[in-house]
């Protein structure tokens, strides 16, 4: 099956971009219209996140997210047999905050949200670095898919290591000078031994392990924002979130980064995977030893 599929999508791979944009047009209005993907959810967190907006306006973020969520399939498919030249004609990235702290001989975490396309930024960022560039991934249950994506995400250098078992995968690189990517703004699987604070006027649940693993190990984050300058160009923006973790009160790292995924949804609302169930947890009065906003539960 792997080589089935493989073979597909490689073939694919070699089509021209123009020809798989137009793929692409057609795929996002057969998925929002037709087949209207995941909608109810996607309409549901754009009404939580945007209050404010007209129903008009909601409908309007939800097409754009539908078009750049299947230019992300689109493009991750071309990176099946993309140049390295191809790949940086796409990116831009000012990698000053990274130079610095490699020069200092510090490792690094980069927290990243689920905004598009991070697939091409995997592919982007170990060609842009002198660091080891270390991904944390969950693994696919497809085994097909799961090779696959696993040959297409290491092709240019990155070192995939899976969220089920992170801990273990990861000692062996104790010793190097490596970046951490971590997509930090997932649901947690457990909300009773999560970080609670309010997103978008909301209590919302976020794992810890980002944060506590900076604050034990003191590595410097950064956290990065992928937005689009056109179709099929993205520029990241970062900010360093702390450069000595350990100095910080409990929830402090986790207070900044939400706050910075919060205004970088603001600004590129479409940039955004509204089809993940991002706030299928409810606040119980019995997390309230686990809230760490400063402001109150909303």
Do not use: C
């Amino acid at each position: 099956m792997y080589y089935i599929v493989y073979g597909i999508f490689y073939l694919m791979s070699l089509l021209p971009m123009w020809f798989l944009y137009i793929i692409s047009d057609i795929l996002a209005v057969l998925v929002f219209v037709v087949l209207g993907y995941r909608r109810k959810v996607i309409m549901e967190n754009i009404a939580i996140a945007f209050p404010e907006k007209s129903l008009a306006e909601r409908k309007k973020i939800a097409r754009k997210f539908y078009h750049n969520f299947v230019d992300n399939f689109i493009e991750t498919i071309k990176l099946i047999s993309a140049s390295p030249e191809w790949i940086n004609k796409r990116f831009q990235l000012d990698s000053d905050p990274f130079k610095k702290l490699y020069a200092e001989g510090r490792k690094v975490q980069l927290h990243l949200g689920h905004n598009f396309n991070w697939e091409l930024a995997n592919a982007f960022m170990p060609m842009h670095t002198d660091y080891e560039f270390l991904v944390v991934y969950m693994p696919i249950k497809n085994k097909a898919m799961d090779r696959l994506f696993m040959k297409l995400r290491t092709r240019t250098g990155s070192v995939m290591l899976p969220a089920t078992n992170m801990r273990n995968a990861i000692v062996q690189y104790r010793h190097s000078q490596y970046m951490l990517a971590l997509v930090a703004d997932q649901a947690p699987g457990s909300p009773e031994r999560a970080f609670w604070l309010n997103f978008f006027g909301r209590p919302t649940p976020f794992v810890k392990g980002p944060e506590s693993g900076a604050r034990v190990g003191n590595i410097p984050v950064v956290f990065a924002d992928i937005y689009k300058t056109s179709r099929g160009r993205y520029r990241v923006r970062l900010e360093v979130g702390s450069e000595n973790p350990h100095e910080l009160p409990e929830g402090e790292l986790t207070r900044r980064y939400i706050r910075f995924l919060e205004e970088s949804i603001r600004k590129h609302p479409e940039m955004w995977l509204w089809s993940h169930r991002r706030w299928k947890h409810d606040w119980k009065e019995e997390y309230r030893k686990l809230w760490i906003d400063t402001d109150p539960v909303k």
